[in-house]
C-alpha cells in the first residue's frame, strides 16, 4: 500500500492478490482500478488535473439543477452555477474538494469530507466513501451524517469511466438494465421519463459501443445477475457496475477525447446514481434525511472471467 502526491492531491493505492485501485484525494475520485495488469476503470496522465470528472464522488447531488435554483419550505435557494455554459450546478458540492483519510488497510481506503452549510444549501453533512476490495471487485459504500436540525437532501453519484483496458473500446458492448430514460433539452436537463422500448436507449439486449453517442440517464434501472450495467469483451470478459435498491439511476456518458496514456481514444463514463438529474427539483430519488441521522448507500465494480 502507497500513498503519492499529485495535483489531485495525496493518492492512495490498495492492492489484493492480483487487484489494484488508486484512489485520489480530491473528491475521493477512483483514479485507477486494474486487475491482472488490466484496465477497469480509464486512467489518464500523472500531473493532470480530473479530466471529465473522471472517478470523482458526486456529493449531495449528481448531475445537474437547473439554474442552480431549487425551492426549500417554500422558498428559492441559489446555488453557485458551476457549469456556466449551460446555466447549471453540476455534481454537488464536493468535486474540488480534499478529503481527509480517516482509515487505511492494505485493501481497503475509507476518507472524509464535510459539506458546510452556505448560500443554495444550507445544511451542515459529514461524509465518507470507504474503497474496498473484494472478491472479484471493488465495493463502495457511503456514509452521510446530517449535523443540522433540519432535515436534509441528498443524493449522491459517481462518475467512473469503465474499460476493459487490453481491448478496442469500440469493441466492447454496453449493456444497461434501465427500461427508461430522461428525455433532456439543450442543457441536458430532463423534461420527461420516457420508456426505451423502441429507442435507440434500449441497452438491455447489449449494444456495441463504437459508433454510440450518449450522455443519457436511465431510470427504473434494475439488477441481473446482480449487474445493473456491464462492458463485455468479445472473450466474454466483463466489468459490471454494482449498485444497491437505494441507486435505481445509471448515467452513461461517451467521449471520443478522454486523454489516456495511449492518447485519445473513446471512453464510457457509466455512472450509478441514487437520484434523477435535477433531483432537487423533480424530488425523483432524493433523500431527506433527518438531522442527527446517517444515510448508507453503496455501489461497486466486478469483474467477471479474468
Do not use: C
Not at 481514444?265 to 433523500?287: F, K, Q, R, Y
Amino acid at each position: 500500500m502507497t500513498s503519492t502526491i499529485e495535483p489531485t492531491g495525496t493518492q492512495y493505492t490498495i492492492t489484493r492478490g492480483s487487484a489494484t485501485a488508486t484512489i485520489a484525494e480530491v473528491a475521493a475520485a477512483l483514479r485507477g482500478f486494474t486487475v491482472g495488469g488490466v484496465e477497469l476503470v480509464q486512467s489518464y496522465p500523472n500531473g493532470m488535473l480530473t479530466p471529465f470528472a473522471s472517478g470523482i464522488i458526486l456529493m449531495p447531488w449528481p448531475n445537474r439543477v437547473a439554474d442552480g435554483v431549487w425551492t426549500l419550505d417554500g422558498q428559492p435557494q441559489q446555488l453557485d452555477v458551476t457549469e456556466p455554459a449551460r446555466s447549471t450546478a453540476i455534481h454537488g458540492l464536493l468535486r474540488f474538494t480534499g478529503y481527509r483519510l480517516l482509515e487505511r488497510t492494505a485493501s481497503s481506503v475509507t476518507l472524509g469530507a464535510t459539506v458546510f452549510p452556505q448560500h443554495g444549501y444550507p445544511f451542515h453533512l459529514e461524509t465518507s466513501v470507504r474503497y474496498e476490495l473484494v472478491d472479484n471487485g471493488l465495493s463502495v459504500t457511503h456514509d452521510v451524517r446530517n449535523l443540522s436540525a433540519a432535515k436534509a437532501p441528498v443524493a449522491s453519484g459517481a462518475h467512473p469511466f469503465l474499460t476493459i483496458g487490453d481491448v478496442p473500446a469500440e469493441e466492447l458492448v454496453l449493456t444497461v438494465h434501465a427500461s427508461t430514460y430522461f428525455d433532456v433539452d439543450d442543457r441536458l436537463l430532463p423534461h420527461g421519463e420516457l420508456p426505451v422500448d423502441g429507442t435507440k436507449y434500449d441497452l438491455r439486449q447489449g449494444v456495441r459501443l463504437g459508433g454510440l453517442e450518449l450522455d443519457t440517464a436511465f431510470g427504473s434501472v434494475v439488477t441481473v445477475d446482480g449487474a445493473a450495467a456491464s462492458l463485455r469483451a468479445p472473450d466474454g470478459r466483463e466489468v459490471q457496475l454494482v449498485q444497491d435498491e437505494d441507486h435505481p439511476y445509471v448515467q452513461v456518458f461517451t467521449t471520443p477525447a478522454y486523454p489516456k496514456l495511449s492518447g485519445p481514444g473513446l471512453a464510457v463514463a457509466i455512472e450509478p446514481m441514487t437520484a434523477a438529474p435535477d433531483a432537487l427539483n423533480s424530488g425523483l430519488g432524493l433523500s431527506w434525511v433527518e438531522g442527527g441521522s446517517t444515510w448508507n448507500v453503496g455501489w461497486g465494480i466486478r469483474y467477471a472471467g479474468f
